[in-house]
T-cell receptor
Framework: EAQVTQNPRYLITVTGKKLTVTCSQN?????MSWYRQDPGLGLRQIYY???????DKGDVPEGYKVSRKEKRNFPLILESPSPNQTSLYFC??????????????FGPGTRLTVT | AQSVSQHNHHVILSEAASLELGCNYS??????LFWYVQYPGQHLQLLLK????DPLVKGIKGFEAEFIKSKFSFNLRKPSVQWSDTAEYFC????????????WGAGTKLIIKP
């Protein structure tokens, strides 16, 4: 089954404790992206990747890191989480070229709480 | 900067009522337009999309949307809603040449009363 998986689905952590949220897709997609969703603000892009070893900042990259060492994986790293990073995080992927690139497939989301 | 506005954050309707959710964007060039839906407890999924051609596009579950270029709008419609349409609806816009990035509206939470 074609899907985007994220782990963990729920995470409660404390300020400053490094964490990683994993994202994996099995569709051989070139494009992958991380969003955060906050009430009243919709989805805001954190980072995206056009292909392996190619990443770029989205609209709200501060406090986050990503890596793309393999095509299927795109982990999101919070080196020193803060309470303002409490949010619902989504990973998405799509084909890298052509119009089908715009149809993004989303993971189930990771609800992160930083206390 | 480009932006997408969804005028209603919350909409409550009774079953069988007609639905129209507004979406306006601020970009003067060529755009690709999308509506995504997030059912309770589920991940976002594509409802419909517009790239070019007929400005009236049809999506899944009886939804349709009309692109009006002069009004920079892409409103979502459904003639008769069902309780199962309860969800959050997001409008998203891609500006041609922007590396497949989507700019998202804030979302509209739709509640259908049985």
């Amino acid at each position: 089954e074609a899907q985007v998986t994220q782990n963990p689905r729920y995470l409660i952590t404390v300020t400053g404790k490094k964490l990683t949220v994993t994202c994996s897709q099995n569709m051989n997609h070139e494009y992958m992206s991380w969003y955060r969703q906050d009430p009243g603000l919709g989805l805001r892009q954190i980072y995206y990747s056009m292909n392996v070893e190619v990443t770029d900042k989205g609209d709200v990259p501060e406090g986050y890191k990503v890596s793309r060492k393999e095509k299927r994986n795109f982990p999101l790293i919070l080196e020193s989480p803060s309470p303002n990073q409490t949010s619902l995080y989504f990973c998405a992927s799509s084909y890298g070229t052509g119009r089908s690139s715009y149809e993004q497939y989303f993971g189930p989301g990771t609800r992160l709480t930083v206390t | 900067a480009q932006s997408v506005s969804q005028h209603n954050h919350h909409v409550i309707l009774s079953e069988a009522a007609s639905l129209e959710l507004g979406c306006n964007y601020s970009y003067g060039g060529t755009v690709n337009l999308f509506w995504y839906v997030q059912y309770p407890g589920q991940h976002l999924q594509l409802l419909l999309k517009y790239f070019s051609g007929d400005p009236l596009v049809k999506g899944i579950k009886g939804f349709e949307a009309e692109f009006i270029k002069s009004k920079f709008s892409f409103n979502l419609r459904k003639p008769s809603v069902q309780w199962s349409d309860t969800a959050e609806y997001f409008c998203a816009v891609n500006a041609l040449g922007s590396n497949y990035q989507l700019i998202w509206g804030a979302g509209t939470k739709l509640i259908i009363k049985p």
